[in-house]
């Protein structure tokens, strides 16, 4: 029994000891890093210290929008003390913009229509545009099946209190067209 053991054992870190040299490592020897300048020493980071991996592009297999390319994409933003981004929804009508429901609502609670803003003709979040509308919503509507938990019927609409300005920037999304 022993030495069945004792074989199996011996038998793995064979293999092991195999599929380190087919990849190129070695316990007994590591290659030291090269300097990247002849001033500089070649170092490693401590343990629990490898700096995090450079972050990828947020846009994968793509290219980035150009100004007015979705023309019926809306920020939609809840005041929680601030107006803070939430969520995107789609101008589908001249007063109407569909978002999903947990955007609304705050576990069973929706929002006051007072509470949410609606951005349209935005382009960068962080610069002023002059293309940006903020019309008010007037109306907060969540399906009545709306469930917290699993998501389902995730879906709301948002009236707004006047119809947006429809131009290059601010279009409804081209649903019959």
């Known amino acids: 029994m022993k030495t069945t ?31 990247t ?34 023309p019926w994409q809306a920020l939609v933003n809840a005041n929680d003390g601030q107006y803070t981004y939430l969520c995107g929804g789609s101008l589908i009508a001249p007063q109407w913009v569909v978002t ?7 576990g069973s609670t929706v929002y006051a229509p007072s509470q949410m803003r609606v951005v349209l003709g935005e382009y960068l979040r962080n610069t002023n545009d002059q293309t940006e509308q903020f019309p008010q919503v007037s109306q907060v509507i969540r399906h009545p099946n709306y469930n917290s938990s699993s998501l389902d019927y995730d879906i709301a609409l948002l009236r707004l209190s006047s119809p947006a300005t429809l131009n290059a920037y601010v279009d409804t999304i081209p649903l019959l067209r």
């Open 37 to 70: 300048s002849p001033n500089a020493a070649a170092t490693r980071p401590l343990p629990g210290e490898t700096p995090l991996p450079t972050p990828a592009p947020r846009i994968v297999g793509g290219a980035p929008a150009t100004h007015g390319e979705w």
């Open 5 to 35: 053991k004792l074989l199996s054992i011996v038998g793995v870190l064979i293999l092991l000891s195999i599929a380190m040299l087919f990849r190129g490592d070695s316990l007994a020897q590591e290659t030291p890093p090269t300097p």
């Open 100 to 106: 999903a429901g947990h955007c609304v609502s705050s």
